[in-house]
């Protein structure tokens, strides 16, 4: 059934619950299939269901997206899954301003702004193959500030240093 015809999200996908999701991540991983998720927050442009936090899994591979829904922003199994996503050290603490540009330093100052002030923010990470990426294969960073267009950087390769200071200002960690 497609599900995704009254959403913002422009995939079909099917509903699972968390143990669904992690289950399927883990399987994706050891087998070396490709796989990636987004955290879609309540006010997202992506948000299948409005109001709620959905966790969406897509495994551009096997062409499946699993979506889990919940009241409150799923930080465990966010945290859970990072690592195995874009490697171990993910959210660890490194040194800053090492090759990031002029315009990644401002939009990181944009963000660090935003979550000081308590304005609710979110990003998506978008993998080349991603069913949101509308890029020419590139990665592409997707930041959305409530109140603000979305700022949108695009990449030639995945841009490990400040997706690592996205996330841990996303997390709290810095
Ligand atoms: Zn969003
Ligand atoms: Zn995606």
Redesign the pocket.
């Known amino acids: 059934m497609c599900q995704s015809c009254h959403s913002g999200l422009p995939l079909s996908f099917e509903v699972v619950d968390e143990a669904g999701i992690v289950a399927a991540a883990t399987t994706a991983h050891e087998s070396k299939q490709a796989w ?3 955290v879609l927050a309540p006010s997202c442009t992506f948000s299948p269901k409005p109001g709620a936090y959905t966790f ?1 899994l ?1 495994l ?1 591979d096997a062409k499946r997206a699993l979506c889990a829904f919940y009241d409150d922003k799923p930080t465990a199994v966010n945290k859970q899954l990072l690592p195995l996503l874009h490697g171990a050290d993910a959210l660890a603490d490194k040194p800053t301003g090492a090759n990031l540009s002029d315009e990644d330093e401002a939009l990181l100052a944009t963000i660090e702004r935003a979550a000081k002030a308590g304005t609710r923010w979110h990003h ?4 080349p ?5 509308t890029s020419d294969r590139k990665w592409r960073l997707f930041v959305e500030i409530d109140g603000n267009e979305p700022v949108i950087r695009d990449y030639a390769n995945e841009p490990s240093g400040v997706l690592n200071r996205v996330e841990r200002i996303y997390f709290g960690l810095s």
């Open positions: 990636h998720f987004h969406l897509e551009t998506h990470m978008m993998f193959a991603c069913g949101l990426n």
